[in-house]
């Protein structure tokens, strides 16, 4: 999830690059579970490009529909230019639409919008390699529902940072960082195609355990999520709280649903994409 930034005419503008895009790119993994296509997962992905287009042509649906604490806890939606500090201490406009009627549905709305080209390439790119497994353990319905709930979570958690910003926040991020958290309770020893980037320089593909490549994107969030209350909620373009929110949240209901669910099944290394090395 990002948090947004104004534009010199006023308006909110999309982000330019995305602070979220990590060093490690996933390209692949084990497929796991029966064979058939997960609709809901590619629903999700259509859903959120379909989205992000309108986004490009209309500027107010962006601004009106991201979640800002300040709305969130007083329920107004508040509409019309206001002045926030930026991180250099100079002061920076952002306009506020009108947005959904109750204004809480933002925290629905916002998590199919996104700040850039990217954002929703990496977001989407996470979501197409580990939501598919997760849905196929959980079944679509269930993913469906676990998806949004820790999305909803993930947002909140935000918002509780800083109650009072009129910063909006928009991405799925919070809700896949929950994804990501079930395929690390499910999948811990999956292996996981990687591309290691230094700058604009990508190394070899390696494959990973799900326990090392998840466990260390989890615990940089953590650290910067600490730095973030250190300094200040408007120092950041990137809502790390809700990414813990949601990854938390991933990680309670994956832990309570273990018991249930079947992770061995229809496993078929190689349909995912790649054939893990052999002896």
């Known amino acids: 999830m990002q948090q947004q930034s104004a534009g010199p005419s006023g308006e909110l503008a999309l982000a330019k690059a995305s602070g979220e895009n990590a060093p490690v790119i996933p390209i692949g993994d084990e497929d796991t579970g029966p064979p058939g296509l997960p609709v809901v997962n590619v629903a999700i992905i259509v859903l959120n490009v379909l989205v992000f287009l309108y986004q490009l042509v209309n500027p107010d649906f962006t601004n009106g529909y991201s979640t800002v604490p300040a709305e969130i806890t007083t329920g107004k939606d508040l509409i019309g230019a206001f002045m926030v500090t930026a991180p250099d201490g100079s002061s920076v406009q952002i306009d506020e639409a009108p947005g959904p009627m109750p204004i809480w549905l933002t925290l629905f709305t916002s998590m199919f919008m996104h700040g850039g080209w990217l954002h929703i390439g990496g977001n989407m790119l996470f979501l197409f390699i580990f939501g598919d497994n ?7 319905l269930k ?3 676990f998806y949004l709930f820790c999305g909803i979570v993930a947002a909140l958690a935000q918002v509780a940072t800083d109650p009072q910003s009129i910063i909006p926040s928009l991405g799925a991020s ?3 960082s929950g ?3 079930a395929y690390l309770v499910f999948f811990p020893t999956n292996r996981v195609r ?5 700058g604009i320089v990508f190394l070899r593909p390696i494959a ?5 490549m998840i466990g260390v994107w989890a615990l940089l969030q953590f650290i910067n999520g600490l730095g973030a209350i250190a300094v200040s909620q408007q120092t950041s373009g990137v809502a790390y709280w ?6 938390i949240a991933g990680l309670v209901i994956a832990f309570a649903a273990r018991p249930f669910v079947d992770t061995s099944t229809g496993r078929s290394p ?3 994409g790649w054939n893990p090395p052999t002896g």
Not at 134 to 140: I, L, M, N, Q, R
Not at 194 to 198: A, D, E, Q, R, S
Not at 242 to 247: C, D, V
């Open 134 to 140: 997760v849905e196929k353990t959980f079944g679509s």
């Open 143 to 145: 993913y469906l529902i």
């Open 174 to 176: 919070g809700a896949i």
């Open 179 to 181: 994804v990501l958290a």
């Open 194 to 198: 990687v591309l290691i980037t230094l």
């Open 208 to 212: 990973v355990p799900a326990i090392v």
């Open 242 to 247: 809700a990414h813990i929110g949601g990854f």
């Open 270 to 272: 190689g349909a995912g």
